[in-house]
């Protein structure tokens, strides 16, 4: 578990200094942590901050199960490629019919499961009629709503028919949670996942890592790496300090942005810094009823400085937002300035609303660095308009019991939503923060319908605004994703448009 840190928010003038500070540090450790040639290496380790529940990406929410095994043990029809594209997976063709209803999926021959399983059309079926099935933990189930029927003429051929036209089926078809599995081997694949990818898993150690090793049996080109380890390094320092002794060859999302001075300045390292799909936000719990009075929730969102949480949390690294929507998203719209930093409304609003100083509530903030300092700071800015906010750490799975499922047992958390483009999440019924409003859920059934991109872009923008103007959740940043990585690795993604560390690409040079 991460450590609970406080910082408060830094000037341009400190940030600066720390900056500064970092490459002094990083002048003295240089010669500390001489470390082997790396092109002698046939394997690669990452240290990942959040250990997934399990690794079966059809059964749950949590980005962490796709980011160990999108890619490199399960696949789909489609893939996701680094630039967010729609590229051919397991179908290696596709045709789609006049109709714009019916998708004709052409699989690739010769392609096995990790057990020796041949993949044919009614594996697919199979998927998806169990994503949908009553009793599904499939956390995307959206993603199938439009499909009819599907029908396996022979086993090279899927056709799947729609009930309307949906414009981002193939986009869907390559999320984590569509990926395709074998009957055989469903139900264990939570603990012994069996996929189709070019790494099968080796072993689990429980709190320590996840061993990939290289398939013997991959249909596709063999991927350079003999072996990808997930490190499973929740502590910011302590990631900080696996990269320098040379345990850890990368951070796909380096947990403490204040080092990235160090590594700049050393030259064993690169730093880079993409874009995410994760729309991180101060989510209010709506079933509660003092956070049912939009003025409130407007208050809260009045009450925060996105860019003091910016600098003191992230040291800088973060694009502030005003809606559920990434900003280099085309259909992005800045809604920012709907709701500025201005604690003076915020208390003019909480007195209308009757809500006296001292009022208690309750945060609770999961493992990652924008949570649990990002918090701290937070909760310093609502104090400062009235609030008295309790602050409760919790691991990965006390949050998916307590807030996303269950009860939903919080009044606010402090999380990002890395999935793509998932504005949808607020037409869900009983989603964990509460949302419900019929207006946005006919808004989102219209832009499933369109096909034509500019039209579904000017729909967005409308979705952007409307829950901007509900006060649906108070919107904080844009997360960046900031790796550091030994220089002499290549193949890496700089973004993350969907929630992965694909190694495929992963080599030594």
């Known amino acids: 578990m991460a450590q609970n840190i406080g910082i408060k928010p830094v000037s341009g003038m400190a940030r600066t200094l720390y900056r500064t500070m970092g490459l002094i540090i990083a002048s003295g450790i240089m010669a500390l942590a001489l470390i082997g040639p790396a092109s002698a290496k046939t394997g690669v380790v990452l240290a990942i901050t959040l250990e997934p529940p399990h690794l079966d990406p059809t059964a749950g929410a949590p980005a962490a199960i796709d980011e160990v095994v999108y890619a490199n043990l399960f696949e789909g029809l489609t893939r996701i490629d680094a630039l967010g594209q729609v590229k051919p997976g397991l179908a290696e063709r596709w045709v789609i019919e006049d109709d714009g209803l019916t998708y004709r999926f052409i699989l690739r021959k010769g392609v096995t499961f990790h057990d020796g399983a041949s993949l044919d059309s009614s594996d697919v079926k199979f998927s998806f ?191 502030p937002i005003g809606s559920h929507f990434a900003p280099h998203n085309p259909a992005y719209t800045d809604l920012t300035e709907a709701t500025p930093y201005d604690p003076e409304k915020a208390k003019d609003l909480l007195a209308q609303a009757g809500v006296a100083p001292g009022t208690k509530l309750v945060m609770k903030l999961p493992p990652p660095t924008y949570a649990r300092r990002g918090g701290e700071i937070v909760a310093a800015q609502l104090k400062a308009v009235g609030f008295d906010v309790e602050q409760i750490p919790v691991d990965w799975g006390q949050w998916v019991s307590e807030v996303f499922k269950g009860d939903h047992d919080f009044d606010l958390t402090i999380v990002s939503h890395t999935e793509p483009l998932d504005i949808g999440i607020y037409a869900r019924d009983d989603y964990y923060f509460g949302y419900d409003n019929p207006a946005f859920k006919t808004l989102m059934s219209k832009i499933d319908t369109v096909s034509d991109p500019a039209g579904r872009n000017t729909l967005y923008k409308e979705a952007q605004r409307m829950l901007a103007d509900d006060a649906a959740n108070a919107f904080l940043f844009q997360l960046a994703k900031v790796t550091v990585q030994r220089k002499d690795l290549k193949g890496l993604w700089q973004n993350a448009p969907i929630q992965a560390n694909d190694m495929t690409g992963a080599r030594w040079e």
């Open 129 to 319: 009629d169990r994503a949908v099935a009553e009793g599904s933990e499939n956390a995307q189930k959206g993603l199938f709503s439009a499909i009819e029927t599907i029908e396996t003429p022979d086993p090279q051929t899927v056709v799947i028919k729609l009930t309307r036209k949906e414009g981002l089926f193939l986009w869907n078809l390559g999320w984590g949670d569509a990926v395709i599995v074998d009957p055989a081997s469903a139900e264990t694949n939570k603990t012994n996942p069996v996929g189709t990818g070019p790494y099968k898993l080796d072993n689990w150690t429980r709190g320590d890592s996840i061993r990939l090793v290289r398939s013997s049996n991959y249909w596709g080109q063999k991927p350079a790496m003999d072996s990808v380890t997930f490190k499973i390094i929740a502590d910011p320092s302590a990631q900080v300090t696996a990269l320098l002794a040379g345990d850890v060859d990368v951070v796909p999302n380096i947990g403490a942005p204040e080092s990235v001075a160090q590594f700049e300045a050393d030259p064993r390292f690169v730093v880079t810094q993409g874009t995410t799909e994760g729309e991180t936000l101060l989510a209010m719990n709506e079933r509660r009823p003092l956070l049912q009075d939009v003025r409130v929730r407007k208050a809260i969102q009045h009450a925060i400085d996105r860019q003091a949480l910016i600098d003191g949390a992230m040291f800088g690294f973060g694009t």
